[in-house]
């Protein structure tokens, strides 16, 4: 009896302050938070390998590889590289294909289609045409949405070389999460493209 008259006692005593801590507190849901990523300063050094139709700049904390297969196809040339970014698990897939064994128009309208591919994950697909400093001409593509792939180009002379990138993550598309390192490899995206040189030119 003395034990059950203590423990109403204690509850008694305790249930007061309970009430009080939890009134008038309003909880508030917290945004979803993701890991922070410290970046590396932008410095560039030069792709310029004998034998290439192409040199461009690209990334200190980045490495090229060649490109032994491309989403289980073998390459149709030595060209087609990597530029991959292990601290990021992302990776920019460049193919080159040879004006005149290609059509042109074919080249263009492949890229295209590559792009739209991606329509039923996009919110939306922007290009807009660009011309570089060093003369070479081509058209960037932002995808939205989750799409596997959010920043696509292509940049081609029009008569004799044709190239198209493509930034991919080793991850499952998430267009927020990925949003902070998608935007901190446009730049390094866009240096490169400012850079770009035909050799043959």
Same mark, same amino acid.
């Given at each position: 009896?003395?034990?059950?008259?203590?423990?109403?006692?204690?509850?008694?005593?305790?249930?007061?302050a309970?009430?009080?801590?939890?009134?008038?507190?309003?909880?508030?849901?917290? !945004?979803?938070?993701? #890991?922070?990523?410290d970046? !590396?300063? *932008?410095?560039?050094?030069?792709?310029?390998? !004998?034998?290439?139709?192409?040199?461009?700049?690209?990334?200190?904390?980045?490495r090229?590889?060649?490109?032994?297969?491309? #989403?289980?196809?073998?390459?149709?040339?030595?060209?087609?590289?990597?530029?991959?970014?292990?601290?990021?698990? @992302? @990776?920019?897939?460049?193919?080159?294909?040879?004006?005149?064994?290609?059509?042109?128009?074919?080249?263009?309208?492949? @890229?295209?289609?590559?792009?739209?591919?991606?329509?039923?994950?996009?919110? @939306?697909?922007?290009d807009?045409?660009?011309?570089? !400093?060093?003369?070479?001409?081509?058209? #960037?593509?932002?995808?939205?949405?989750?799409?596997?792939?959010?920043?696509?180009?292509?940049?081609?002379?029009?008569?004799?070389?044709?190239?198209?990138?493509?930034?991919?993550?080793?991850?499952?598309p998430?267009?927020?999460?990925?949003?902070?390192?998608?935007? #901190?490899?446009q730049?390094?995206?866009? *240096?490169?493209?400012?850079?770009?040189?035909?050799?043959?030119?």
């Open positions: 009896m003395r034990k059950n008259h203590f423990l109403r006692a204690v509850m008694a005593s305790l249930l007061p309970f009430l009080l801590s939890c009134h008038g507190n309003n909880y508030t849901p917290r !945004p979803r938070g993701y #890991f922070r990523i970046f !590396p300063a *932008h410095r560039y050094q030069t792709f310029d390998q !004998p034998g290439f139709p192409y040199t461009f700049e690209y990334p200190t904390y980045a090229v590889v060649r490109d032994t297969s491309f #989403f289980d196809t073998v390459p149709e040339n030595p060209y087609w590289i990597n530029v991959e970014f292990p601290q990021f698990d @992302a @990776a920019i897939y460049i193919s080159y294909k040879k004006i005149g064994p290609n059509s042109f128009d074919k080249l263009k309208e492949d @890229a295209y289609k590559m792009t739209f591919k991606h329509t039923y994950k996009a919110t @939306a697909i922007d807009s045409v660009m011309r570089t !400093p060093n003369g070479v001409s081509g058209v #960037f593509f932002r995808v939205g949405g989750n799409a596997a792939t959010a920043k696509q180009f292509y940049v081609t002379d029009s008569t004799r070389n044709f190239l198209r990138g493509a930034l991919y993550f080793d991850a499952t998430n267009e927020d999460s990925l949003s902070i390192v998608n935007n #901190f490899l730049e390094d995206m866009r *240096h490169l493209i400012n850079s770009f040189r035909w050799k043959s030119s």
